[in-house]
């Protein structure tokens, strides 16, 4: 099992940055891919950024250029800096975490965190 707590979301203006961190506890293995993802209301959860265990990393196209997406392996947190955020960036955004169950397993599984709020006053 996984576990992930998120923190650092909040109340920003338009213009400004958060830093969004998920602590993560439980067995991850190798192959394992991490990521964010977003919910605003009414709309469905969408993927923000991920990064490999490799650290390759991908983005939504709407977050490109303002949103970076890291990771730091032996504290096992997960990070994602927001910069030149907008209104439309509202939402709570998810940590997930996919990765298998056994060392020797070969399909992913989803796990998500709890979900932390973020708001871009305009």
């Known amino acids: 099992q996984v576990q992930l707590v998120e923190s650092g979301g909040g109340l920003v203006q338009a213009g400004g940055s958060l830093r969004l961190s998920c602590a993560a506890s439980g067995s991850i293995f190798s192959g394992n891919v991490m990521g964010w993802y977003r919910q605003a209301p009414g709309k469905q959860r969408e993927l923000v950024a991920t990064?490999?265990?490799?650290?390759?990393?991908n983005y939504a196209d709407s977050v490109k250029g303002r949103f970076t997406i890291s990771r730091d392996n032996a504290k096992n947190t997960l990070y994602l800096q927001m910069n030149s955020l907008k209104p439309e960036d509202t939402a709570v955004y998810y940590c997930?975490?996919?990765?298998?169950?056994?060392?020797?397993?070969?399909?992913?599984?989803?796990?998500w965190g709890q979900g932390t709020q973020v708001t871009v006053s305009s």
């Open positions: 997930n975490c996919k990765t298998r169950r056994t060392a020797w397993g070969t399909n992913l599984y989803d796990y």
């Open positions: 990064i490999t265990s490799g650290d390759s990393t």
